[in-house]
């Protein structure tokens, strides 16, 4: 292609100056973004309100897309779902007669469940929900995982509430507006989550890896328990998260842990729902500064 | 003249008979385009890593690389803000890398006036490679070498993609110069 002709400005002072004024007003932009960006990563909260302006400004557009996914898929996954319907589908028929008797025993354990609590006398300390939405979208371009969904400010959602799905923990909400909220991912390497196994006691905190799986580190270090698909759930400390829901099935063990799979994959996720948080006051208690020793009475 | 040769009064974009270029296309289209590959993070897919390229950054690069000048040099101020507003990246990280790439572009341009599409291939890969890679590094997350084989197969499909977003432009290019009635 032939060079363009703006910029053989010759002898002409005034094109030559607009060239010039151009290069300049470039030269200041990167400066500018410079400054914007050394602001938005001191203080990452800074333009939470400029942001959640734009995804309210796009959210319809979005809630339209979501409407039109179908179940379980990603992109390549689509694509190659056509060549293994046949063998697949054989499979699938078997998996329900399995998950039948599963289902069976489970409602067993959940009536057994019930009558001793009621026994124990302790209360059903069911959480209603805030909210119901779409997964609308998410930062799929990014190094960061930020998800988007439908409900915002107006439907009762603020930062930090947890995001669920029936298949377990997607994220927390992590900037609301009025329409739509930006959810931080648990496999976002910013997001930790404290959890514990299933079926005992053994701690751990699981952080996102931004590929898709979890690092499961153990808070009592010492020799590893984990085993291959061991189910994590939340352990409910820190308040934020309510105890019990599902997180994460191990995979792959580590030397202080296991590399985790999502069990909740957000990309076969549509209607997520919003939970208020576990233990406000908690979270409160851990976000306020400590008090100040002066403060304290003394004696 | 007509009945000799049809064409006669046409050109590439349509009869030259009363139609004129429309200007609103003709300047407005580049922008709505890379504002529109902006907008990708709205598409239903939800990616567990990321795996879709830069699609507005692509296609910034490819309307600069097909025609210089039509982009001025400050593009990146407004491209990048509007892409930093749903990429998911700290604010100003676009604005920043936006505004750099089309600098660098800018002396590439000086040093090679005339241009072929392999060496526009080669420059949109030398700069969408360290603008991947820088963006994961500023992403406001702690950087690890995972973060950096996470974007892998991210950078390959941004270069393997980029003939195929070059072609588009072109098609859009083809659209925006379209010899549409007068009105005037």
Known sequence: MAPPAHRRSGVNKKAQLGVFTGYVVAGAGALFGAALLTISLLAPETFSGLRAMASDAAAPAGVVGAKGRTEGQGIFEAIGGYYRAGSRNARLEEEVRVARVRLAEAEALKQENARLKAVLGLADE?????????????????????????????????????????????????????????????????????????????????????????????????????????????????????????????????????????????????????????????????????????????? | MEQLNPQSRRDPYGSRINRSQFAPLVYGLPWLTVLLGSLTPWLPIIAPAPVLPPFGFLLMLAWRLLRPGLLPPWAGLPLGLFDDLYSGQPLGSGVLLFSLALIIIELIEIRFPWRNFWLDWLTAAGIVVPYLIIAALLSGAEPTLVQLRVIAPQLLLSILLFPIIARVVAMFDRFRLKRVLRTD
């Open chain 1, 126 to 299: 069911e959480s209603r929900p805030v909210a119901t939405a779409r997964l609308i979208g998410s930062t799929s371009s990014s190094a960061r995982r930020l998800g988007y969904i439908s409900a915002g400010r107006n439907d009762g959602v603020r930062p930090g509430m947890p995001v669920t799905s029936p298949m377990g923990l997607v994220g927390r909400v992590l900037e609301a507006g009025a329409e739509s909220s930006r959810v931080l991912l648990l496999t976002d390497s910013e997001s930790m989550v404290p959890v514990r196994r299933s079926t005992d006691n053994v701690v751990a905190f699981a952080e996102g890896r931004s590929d898709g799986s979890l690092r499961l580190r153990l808070v009592n270090l010492g020799i590893n328990p984990i085993k291959k698909n061991d189910v994590f759930v939340t352990s409910g400390a820190g308040g934020m998260f309510r105890p019990g829901v599902a997180v994460a099935i191990a995979t792959e063990i580590t030397r202080d842990g296991a590399i985790a799979q999502l069990l909740s994959n957000p990309a076969a996720t549509d209607l997520v729902v919003v939970e208020p948080i576990w233990q406000p006051e908690a979270v409160e208690a851990l976000a306020a500064p400590p008090p100040q020793p002066d403060a304290a009475p003394a004696g």
